[in-house]
């Protein structure tokens, strides 16, 4: 069984989307096994200077690769990366573990993004959306493409 994991910065502090999420892990939980870590965001000043920033984003990225399972397939959700439609997405999905891969990771960065480091290290960088999404909204719509993708891959009605 497939193995996702999804890696965020921060943690959901709000029921409705902590609600959200665990509706679609326990959705997913027929097809793939969910794992939602939540990785510390680095405490910045209210008007950080770029290199507090720069320091803050390199922090996070150890700590996010550090989650991320050995072997895992790493996908970043950056607003520079591809924009793929569902079936696009259930592509990539299947082509990886047609290839053996059995960990997906999904990464959703804090407030400023993703270090150097973790985009990468990333197989894919991934964007949601041109527009910019609050990152609790960003957890929740994942998943929600995520238990989508699982659909078209066993060839459920829900996408359609």
Known sequence: MLT???VCVGKL???AWREACQEYAKRLSGSARVQIIEVAQAHLPDKPSQAQIDA???QEGKSILEKVSPGAFLVSLCIEGTML?????AKKIRDRMAG???TIAFVIGGSFGLSGQVKERSG???SMSRMTF???????MLLEQVYR???ILGNGKYHK
Request: proline share 7%; net charge positive; aromatic share 0%.
């Open 4 to 6: 996702i994991q999804v």
């Open 13 to 15: 502090k709000e029921r």
């Open 56 to 58: 803050a984003l390199l």
């Open 85 to 89: 439609d569902s079936p696009g997405l």
């Open 100 to 102: 053996g891969t059995s």
């Open 124 to 126: 894919l960088r991934l």
């Open 134 to 140: 609050p990152h609790q909204l960003a957890r929740v």
């Open 149 to 151: 993708v699982m659909n």
